[in-house]
């Protein structure tokens, strides 16, 4: 959006001609012709059906991958394997690609997403509990308390 207004603003207002503005900003002349034309930049949403030729084969592929979770990663089906016995067990007469794409799109989905930790200087982390303790040869449940600076890693 930045660049569409930089560039509005050196066409019209600091009167670039469109040939210059293509070259400075090292853009097709079409692009600027189409930036000068339009105040906004338009947006482009690609619509996709929701019922595709894979559809009828979505349980098979979904079955596979929740088999392969109870599995060892090297016995894991590959998108070739799984594309290889939709053919042969259910007569799948698509393309790999579409196998890959849909495979890829359901692992996304079942992806464990993670929040990446940030431990500022001067911040603490303290927690208590309890445990069991040899103290005089007499082994004791005591109370502790603990301490730790994660940004220095010290305890």
């Known amino acids: 959006m930045e660049l ?5 603003r050196a066409l019209l207002v600091d009167k670039m001609s469109k040939r210059a503005a293509a070259r400075h900003f090292g853009l097709n002349y079409r692009t600027i012709n189409t930036i000068y034309h339009n105040e906004t930049p338009g947006t482009y949403e690609r619509t996709h059906p929701s019922e595709t030729k ?7 592929i979904e079955g596979y991958l ?4 109870l599995l060892p990663r090297k016995q894991k ?13 259910h007569g799948y007469p698509y393309s790999y690609r579409a196998v890959c794409e ?4 359901l692992r996304e989905k079942t992806k464990k997403l993670y929040l990446p ?3 500022p200087p001067g ?5 208590f509990g309890f445990a069991e303790a040899i103290i005089g ?9 603990a301490m730790s600076l994660p940004y220095s890693n010290v305890r």
């Open 77 to 89: 089906h590959t998108k070739k394997r799984i594309y290889e016995r939709l053919q042969q067990e």
């Open 4 to 8: 569409w207004n930089t560039i509005r």
């Open 102 to 105: 849909t495979i890829e799109k």
């Open 117 to 119: 930790l940030s431990h």
């Open 54 to 60: 894979l559809t009828p084969f979505l349980p098979f």
């Open 123 to 127: 911040k603490a982390q303290f927690d």
């Open 137 to 145: 040869g007499v082994r004791q449940k005591v109370a502790y308390a």
């Open 66 to 69: 929740a088999e392969d979770k």
